[in-house]
């Protein structure tokens, strides 16, 4: 695991002392080694987390005539099968390193060898004799990677701060935070600035000494079936689901260094678990955090499986004081990130580096598979598609009346909404009603439904897909990428330590797709083909328990240890002059949440998440609309090369 940067410009040569202070914003992301190549106008460099081939895996790597070369971050699980076939096919290897495969695969195949890959990663590759540099990232965008097209040249990084060192002129993305005041995080391809984007997930992009930008797909996620295919038999399925997840754990346990499992006790976790168990001549290495709130402590269960698969297990207890690294938080997301269970990932993520250097997760596994409640009620919030169209108007017209503070107001503002996306977009994101009071005019745009359907279209299925394989889709192209993966890359990279996700293996997901939702989820329970198909690895107390999701008691410490934090910080005279927020409703979701009669936490953790990042960033004025147009050209798309 590692951390790439570089940049490819038309205005002089390249430098390796900037490619260095690229690299050096983030030698958490590699402690163990740097690496830097120029060629005339590109430079790329990295930073290394020694994982495999710890002795000839150095970086930038090259192929045999020093004309192809590559900075790698990540794992391509199948290596070595790739390696064979390139080497039957003329190709010669000087080291046992999974990142040289990438080179030689280029060179036999270009960008179609991308869809040979199983694995993770965010990479780029120099190709010298044709003054192309190409940008790649894997299916599910598990490793970061920023870009920036600008008239000079092209600049990229696995973290937006190590941009820096060349000062490209960054202005707010207002899309962006529009986004973000609603779902709590700047999904793809978007970033804070204009000027930069982030590579989707499953593309890849190539620029060229003409400036030339072109970009494709190699990889889209699967739309789950609604339907079970002719044919299709359960247990013959269950059988090549439990060998393909069983293949999945045993490719991600391939390293030349310790490695562990995230242990939650929650289904995913304890089924990664079983399968390393059994598959290892060695007891696992397991870690586990807890609370001293009840409620938010999962301990006793990740203790059961811990018994039951006799790993070597570790738990730490996180106590209020703990919170003192909420800001290092924002250095390390880069842009305004509102999980709040980020807290824990870094936690758990330096408390396992100490023992070990990679961890496997259970992530991925919810949106997968079908686990999330919202799923199941996806056909409920549908039924209201029947309601007349007088009467939605009527709806929603009590629903503008009723103060804000009226039981029910929320409601029945979704239930007026016209779609199901709609209405799921409201029932699981901010409400619209108290967006629409806390925000200034100029971002009420992120209180708007429609506008969330604009913006995230493409992940959005067409017109007339059932409302459960929308919102799996949804969930697994927007969420999981934006979201879920974001945490767990930023914190285990800021502990440096690499973890690894079996569950979002793409054979794995493509798979799982084919399942169809009445056997995903039946009888009631998310999960439940999964779970059938693993019930003799897991006690009955780990799967048949209400689910809970890995969170924190910010609301508790938001009326405790962190009150004055944060007051401190969002009703500040400095942040308010930004302009994002109306400070006299601040004020009534401040008193409410401390009096204890609503709970506010989701709002008042991005506030103040936004306000520590503007201060990193040193955004001091209201941002400026946007003068002139993004200076990045419209690419043009392709599946080929």
Not at 70 to 87: D, S, T, W
Not at 269 to 282: D, E, L
Not at 348 to 358: H, L, N
Request: hydrophobic share 40%; net charge neutral; charged share 25%.
């Amino acid at each position: 695991m590692c951390g790439i940067a570089g940049y490819f410009t038309s205005q002089g040569a390249a430098e390796e002392r900037l490619v260095k202070a690229m690299c050096d914003q983030m030698v958490h992301r590699g402690p163990d080694d740097f690496g830097a190549h120029v060629d005339g106008g590109c430079g790329i460099g990295m930073r290394r987390l020694s994982i495999i081939d710890l002795s000839t895996g150095h970086q930038p790597m090259s192929n045999e005539d020093g004309t192809v070369w590559v900075v790698f971050n990540g794992e391509v699980y199948n290596y070595q099968g790739l390696r064979e076939n390139l080497i039957a096919q003329g190709h010669r290897f000087q080291t046992k390193s999974d990142t040289e495969t990438l080179i030689h695969l280029y060179e036999q195949e270009g960008v179609e060898g991308l869809k040979k890959l199983r694995g993770m990663f965010a990479y780029a590759i120099w190709d010298g004799r044709r003054q192309r540099l190409l940008l790649v990232r894997d299916r599910f965008g598990k490793k970061p990677l920023y870009y920036a097209v600008l008239p000079q040249g092209i600049y990229f990084a696995s973290e937006l701060k190590c941009l820096r060192p060349h000062n490209l002129p960054l202005d707010l993305d207002e899309d962006a935070f529009r986004l973000y005041f609603r779902l709590s995080y700047m999904p793809d391809p978007h970033s804070p600035f204009r000027q930069v984007r982030k590579l989707e997930p499953g593309s890849w992009l190539t620029y060229d000494a003409r400036g030339h930008v072109e970009k494709g797909t190699y990889w889209n996620m699967p739309v789950p079936a609604r339907d079970a295919a002719p044919g299709l038999d359960e247990a013959s399925l269950k059988k090549r689901l439990r060998d393909k997840f069983d293949e999945s754990v045993r490719l991600r346990m391939i390293a030349d260094v310790p490695l562990g499992a995230f242990l939650s006790g929650g289904v995913d976790s304890s089924a990664v678990v079983a399968s390393m168990a059994v598959q290892s001549p060695q007891p696992v290495k397991t870690f586990s955090i807890g609370f001293e709130e009840a409620e938010y402590n999962e301990l006793e269960y990740s203790r059961q499986i811990a018994k039951l698969y006799k790993t070597d297990h570790h738990e730490i207890l996180v106590k209020p004081d703990s919170i003192d690294l909420v800001r290092r938080l924002v250095n390390h997301f880069d842009e305004p990130f509102g999980d709040s269970s980020a807290i824990p990932t870094l936690i758990v993520s330096e408390f396992a580096r100490r023992d070990v250097k990679v961890v496997l997760t259970g992530d991925g596994g919810d949106e997968v598979f079908g686990g999330y409640p919202s799923f199941l009620a996806a056909e409920k919030l549908a039924r209201w598609n029947r309601l007349p169209g007088p009467l939605r108007s009527a709806v929603a017209s009590l629903a503008g009346v009723l103060p804000y503070s009226a039981y029910g107001k929320n409601f029945l503002h979704m239930i007026s909404l016209p779609t199901a996306i709609d209405r799921y977009f409201e029932w699981n994101y901010l409400t619209s009603p108290q967006m629409e009071q806390l925000l200034a005019p100029r971002w009420i745009d992120a209180a708007n439904t429609a506008y969330l359907r604009k913006q995230l279209q493409h992940c959005l299925l067409k017109n007339g897909v059932d409302p459960v394989t929308q919102t799996m889709f949804f969930e697994a192209t927007a969420n999981l990428t934006g979201d879920m993966l974001v945490k767990v890359d930023r914190m285990s990279m800021a502990a440096s330590i690499e973890t690894r996700c079996p569950m979002l293996d793409h054979e794995l997901a493509e798979l799982a797709a084919g399942i169809p939702h009445a056997w995903k989820m039946r009888g009631g329970q998310g999960k439940a083909f999964f779970i059938e198909t693993f019930s003799d690895r897991l006690p009955e107390s780990v799967w048949n328990r209400p689910k809970r999701g890995f969170s924190v008691p910010i609301a508790a410490w938001f009326r405790g240890p962190l009150k004055s934090f944060l007051r401190d910080h969002i009703t500040s005279r400095r942040f308010l002059d930004l302009g994002f927020v109306e400070p006299s409703f601040l004020e009534r979701l401040l008193a409410e949440h401390e009096s204890g009669r609503r709970n506010n936490r989701t709002m008042l953790w991005n506030l103040l998440m936004l306000d520590l990042w503007c201060q990193q960033w040193q955004v001091t004025a209201p941002p400026a609309r946007p003068a002139v147009p993004n200076l990045a050209p419209s690419p043009r798309h392709s599946a080929g090369q």
